[in-house]
């Protein structure tokens, strides 16, 4: 079974910075791609960073520059370190692991219960 455990939200000033992570069983982590999503209320699902296998990654636009991810793969885990926070960064972010052609794709198959970030202005 999988199981996808993200940890580190809170609420932050902006201008401060978050570290999330998310730790992952039940699969083959180091063959996997992983992405960060977010949703804020009354807005859609935003892939915020994904990275594949090998460790290539993307970013959304309005992330670039102050997100990174990463990932350990001695420890299964996948991090997201937020810097320069924003209010607007404000949302539910949600771990999602999948294969690398999901990675092209957009699309995941797992998904974690969700991390919530607030900013405060």
């Known amino acids: 079974q999988v199981q996808l455990v993200e940890s580190g939200g809170g609420l932050v000033q902006a201008g401060g910075s978050l570290r999330l992570s998310c730790a992952a069983s039940?699969?083959?982590?180091?063959?996997?791609?992983m992405a960060w999503y977010r949703q804020a209320p009354g807005k859609q699902r935003e892939l915020v960073a994904a990275?594949?296998?090998?460790?290539?990654?993307s970013y959304a636009d309005s992330v670039k520059g102050r997100f990174t991810i990463s990932r350990d793969n001695a420890k299964n885990t996948v991090y997201l370190q937020m810097n320069s926070l924003k209010p607007e960064d404000t949302a539910v972010y949600y771990c999602?692991?999948?294969?690398?052609?999901?990675?092209?794709?957009?699309?995941?198959?797992?998904w974690g219960q969700g991390t919530q970030v607030t900013v405060s202005s």
């Open positions: 990275i594949t296998s090998a460790g290539i990654t």
């Open positions: 999602a692991a999948g294969t690398n052609s999901d990675y092209y794709r957009k699309d995941y198959h797992h």
């Open positions: 039940g699969i083959t982590f180091r063959l996997s791609a």
